[in-house]
């Protein structure tokens, strides 16, 4: 099965809420990392966690090496926010395994 | 970070025809990677490209569609052979400066084969 579980798929918020995605590992991950790829294609890199949290304005992230999962907090959601939201965890061969996306709306 | 950057951003070609990929850092770094993504589906590993050693490729990928070079620290470039519509995805390159484990990701080139 999938190494990495990502969820929800897609998710609309109005701006100002808040939300969180997560990501669950089959296997042991050193690190995770978390991406938002915008509208026109472009990937920014968020995050690199290889334990506990981290916090970058309005978004923070969490990674649990022990009980497998990352989320990623996003507080006071901004038009700005919109895109796809990708986690990645570290493979063996320190590779990026993949999680599946979460498409991201935000709404006036 | 490392900046990279990509030529083309995108491109239409014919089927059966063989384009390059060209990806640069802006400072040298030690793997270069390659990925594949179709439209609203996640990344996919291709290929990973260290300097001055053939490109190791992932299940699904082969040398023979895709070859790659990496003739130095801060340059490698992606061809994809015999182009299929199939093919038509978003090719991008992506990087970690020295030391460093976060990756970074080139624009991407947007392939279309007629």
């Known amino acids: 099965g999938d190494q990495v579980e990502q969820s929800p798929s897609a998710l609309s918020l109005h701006e100002g809420t808040s939300s969180a995605l997560r990501c669950n590992f089959t296997?042991?991950?050193?690190?995770v990392q978390w991406f938002r790829q915008n509208s026109r294609g472009s990937l920014i890199n968020l995050f690199y966690?290889?334990?506990?949290?981290k916090e970058n304005g309005r978004l923070k992230s969490a990674f649990d090496s022990k009980e497998l999962y990352s989320t990623l907090h996003i507080r006071d959601a901004q038009l700005e926010d919109s895109g796809t939201y990708f986690c990645?965890?570290?493979?063996?061969?320190?590779?990026?395994?993949w999680g599946s996306g979460t498409k991201l709306i935000i709404k006036p | 970070s490392v900046l990279l950057y990509q030529k083309p951003n995108r491109d239409i070609c014919q089927s059966g025809t063989s384009l390059k990929i060209q990806c640069v850092a802006d400072?040298?770094?030690?793997?270069m990677f390659w990925y594949q993504q179709f439209q609203e589906q996640s990344l996919m590993l291709m290929a990973t490209?260290?300097?001055?050693?053939?490109?190791?490729?992932e299940s699904g990928f082969t040398k023979d569609k895709f070859p790659i070079s990496r003739p130095n620290l801060t340059f490698s470039t992606l061809t994809v052979n015999n182009a299929r519509p199939g093919d038509s995805s978003i090719y991008f390159c992506?990087?970690?400066?020295?030391?460093?484990?976060?990756?970074?990701f080139g624009p991407g080139t947007r392939l279309t084969v007629l």
């Open positions: 990645a965890a570290e493979g063996s061969n320190y590779q990026l395994i």
């Open positions: 296997t042991t991950t050193r690190s």
């Open positions: 966690l290889a334990s506990g949290t």
């Open positions: 400072s040298q770094v030690v793997s």
């Open positions: 490209a260290n300097e001055g050693s053939e490109a190791t490729y």
């Open positions: 992506s990087s970690s400066p020295r030391g460093v484990y976060e990756q970074y």
